[in-house]
């Protein structure tokens, strides 16, 4: 599954200066709030509010629709504003001679692209002229939304060719109010079918949600109405987006003290969350913001409750960077989690050190971390943020513990993974198995001989028989990590103090299709290495190594005389005590 805040069109900054620094004041920061989420992450096709933040939303008798260039100077400077709603409305309407088309200025386009979800069009380059003419068919109203969006979309992220920034927001004005207009007509067409009706009804929604945003408090009065009439609609996408808004007005009511607030946003998050619809990301982000508020203004309880909703809701997502996003969201705020995470840290960092100073001392001492204190903190963070961070943040910590010599505590984590997160059919149960596997498979590995029927980076014939009687050391690599090479100075510095006994000999893992033979040459790389491909989209991403249980380069196999593996490094440490080992 895609990340869909990657597929976000809008620019954050941009909503910030035009939208949100110019609306800081009662329902119109609550309006802004539901136009970022509703607007940024492809929620729908229309224009969902999530696909198009800046979509100012406007009724269009209260807009000027005359495109920048066509304005006044006043206007084109900035003084354009939304009308006072005493003023005479001006017409929207393009001209009359061209009815059933969408035009762009004057010229006819047929079947422009649609943006919401219908059947997509033939799309067709910006061009700042777009017009809404009379009696157009609902199908047609259709297309023009699509339009609307993809126009809007194009003043967002600086391509439609406007450079002056007042001209741009004027322009963005007056497309809001044409898609609003639209949105109106489509609603109340008397032929309408019902799936184009929702799509007006949205494209409404959105359009007061992007008016409102924008200093328009007449909108924002029409969208908490409007919302509040859908909110229990049965299209589900619809109910989402009033509900959503509805969230946005909860949180401003409670950041004006009024009575009630905090129980209210409760209240409306319970609805959303109860709905059967998949809720998306661009709702996580508004959950985790009603959240915020509410600890801001402590109210504990209620933000807990959202807490919990967020983590049943999104933590055991089958796509890790939301279930991640969502432990990170759940948690931020809460000063009991953050404080039992600073402790459980605290003792790796001494664990680590300790284990470091013994080995630089050459000494065993005590231990001042044990494994029941340590196991003790493991259980406190897992008790209060049972999700994906904590689970990969174990398993950080596990393999850890076995770099620096502390297996005990390498055990009791793992034993804790296993325990509480393995039989889990989500990204954390993810995480732990593949940590715990990791670990069987190290442990598995040592011991077995290894000569592997793979083809060399260089193409010329490579088999570990040829080095029978010597010690291979044997890194693990990838162009696209070349760190995975910062242990090779030390390889290459032990094979030159032990001449005929130790070789260098890589593992590549790269994926198919790099060309690892340009790295070789441009690094200047003259020792022979395997040629392991790995396959991103394949159940086990690389088979050598999972057999060796590297879940991290650094990595390094030990190979004996006899060709078995006698030793996995992953710290990146000096290996001349292990390679001395099996000299002698």
């Known amino acids: 599954?895609?990340?869909?805040?990657?597929m976000c069109p809008v620019s954050i900054g941009f909503v910030w200066e035009v939208c949100v620094k110019p609306c800081l004041r009662s329902a119109c920061f609550a309006a802004t709030l539901a136009v970022l989420c509703l607007a940024g992450c492809g929620r729908s096709n229309t224009g969902d509010a999530a696909a198009n933040p800046e979509m100012d939303l406007a009724p269009a008798a209260e807009e000027d629709t005359t495109r920048p260039?066509?304005?006044?100077?006043?206007?084109?400077?900035?003084?354009?504003?939304?009308?006072?709603?005493?003023?005479?409305?001006?017409?929207?309407?393009?001209?009359?001679?061209?009815?059933?088309?969408?035009?762009?200025?004057?010229?006819?386009v047929s079947d422009p692209g649609a943006v919401i979800e219908t059947p997509q069009r033939t799309s067709v380059p910006y061009d700042p002229g777009l017009q809404l003419k009379a009696d157009l068919s609902p199908a047609r109203l259709v297309d023009f939304l699509g339009e609307a969006d993809r126009e809007l979309r194009a003043l967002i992220n600086g391509q439609s060719g406007i450079t002056d920034p007042q001209?741009?927001?004027?322009?963005?004005?007056?497309?809001?109010?044409?898609?609003?207009?639209?949105?109106?007509?489509?609603?109340?067409?008397?032929?309408?079918?019902?799936?184009?009706?929702?799509?007006?009804?949205?494209?409404?929604?959105?359009?007061?949600?992007?008016?409102?945003s924008m200093g328009d408090l007449r909108a924002a009065e029409d969208l908490q109405d409007f919302a509040e009439k859908f909110r229990d609609d049965p299209n589900a996408q619809l109910r989402s987006d009033a509900q959503l808004v509805l969230i946005g007005f909860a949180i401003e009511s409670l950041?004006?003290?009024?009575?009630?607030?905090?129980?209210?946003?409760?209240?409306?998050?319970?609805?959303?969350?109860?709905?059967?619809?998949?809720?998306?990301?661009?709702?996580?982000?508004?959950?985790?913001?009603?959240?915020?508020?509410?600890?801001?203004?402590?109210?504990?309880?209620?933000?807990?409750?959202?807490?919990?909703?967020?983590?049943?809701?999104?933590?055991?997502?089958?796509?890790?960077?939301?279930?991640?996003?969502?432990?990170?969201?759940?948690?931020?705020?809460?000063s009991q989690v953050g404080s039992a995470i600073e402790r459980l840290d605290q003792l790796r960092q001494q664990f680590v050190d300790d284990a470091r100073l013994a080995a630089e001392e050459s000494a065993a001492s005590s231990p001042e971390v044990t494994v029941p204190m340590w196991t003790e903190a493991v259980e406190a963070v897992v008790s209060q943020s049972a999700d994906l961070l904590t689970a990969e943040f174990l398993a950080g910590v596990a393999l850890e513990a076995e770099v620096v010599g502390r297996?005990?505590?390498?055990?009791?984590t793992y034993e804790i993974l296993s325990a509480k997160f393995s039989d889990r059919k989500d990204a954390l149960g993810r995480v732990a198995r593949t940590a715990l596997k990791a670990r069987e498979n190290r442990v598995n590995v040592v011991g077995e001989l290894f000569d592997p029927d793979l083809p060399s980076v260089s193409g010329k014939p490579l088999k570990m028989s040829d080095y029978r009687g010597k010690i291979v050391l044997m890194p693990f690599w990838s162009t696209a990590f070349p760190d995975s090479l910062m242990v090779l100075p030390n390889l290459l510095e032990i094979q030159k103090r032990h001449p005929?006994?130790?070789?260098?000999?890589?593992?590549?893992?790269?994926?198919?299709g790099t060309s690892v033979s340009?790295?070789?040459?441009?690094?200047?790389?003259d020792f022979p290495s395997f040629r392991s491909v790995s396959d991103p989209s394949a159940e086990i991403v690389n088979e050598v190594a999972y057999r060796f249980g590297a879940v991290t380069l650094l990595f390094v196999a030990?190979?004996?005389?006899?060709?078995?593996?006698?030793?996995?490094?992953?710290s990146g440490g000096d290996l001349m005590s292990e390679v001395e080992k099996l000299i002698r």
Do not use: C, W
Request: hydrophobic share 35%; net charge negative; aromatic share 2%.
């Open 1 to 6: 599954m895609r990340n869909q805040l990657s």
């Open 69 to 108: 260039s066509e304005q006044p100077q006043a206007s084109a400077q900035g003084s354009g504003q939304t009308q006072n709603s005493n003023s005479p409305p001006p017409s929207i309407a393009g001209p009359a001679n061209s009815i059933n088309d969408v035009t762009r200025g004057s010229t006819p």
């Open 167 to 212: 001209a741009a927001e004027s322009e963005m004005k007056r497309v809001v109010a044409l898609k609003r207009a639209a949105s109106q007509r489509l609603m109340e067409h008397p032929d309408v079918p019902a799936p184009d009706r929702v799509t007006g009804q949205r494209g409404f929604l959105q359009s007061l949600s992007h008016q409102a």
């Open 255 to 334: 950041r004006h003290g009024k009575s009630n607030a905090a129980e209210r946003v409760l209240q409306l998050v319970e609805e959303l969350m109860d709905d059967e619809r998949p809720v998306d990301v661009a709702s996580l982000m508004v959950l985790g913001q009603a959240k915020d508020t509410l600890l801001q203004y402590e109210r504990i309880d209620e933000a807990s409750e959202i807490r919990k909703l967020i983590l049943a809701k999104f933590g055991d997502s089958q796509n890790d960077e939301v279930a991640r996003m969502a432990a990170m969201i759940a948690s931020s705020g809460f």
């Open 407 to 412: 297996g005990d505590i390498g055990n009791a």
């Open 500 to 512: 005929g006994q130790v070789e260098v000999v890589g593992m590549n893992l790269d994926v198919e």
């Open 518 to 525: 340009g790295f070789v040459a441009r690094e200047g790389l």
């Open 558 to 570: 030990v190979i004996d005389q006899e060709g078995r593996v006698s030793h996995l490094d992953f």
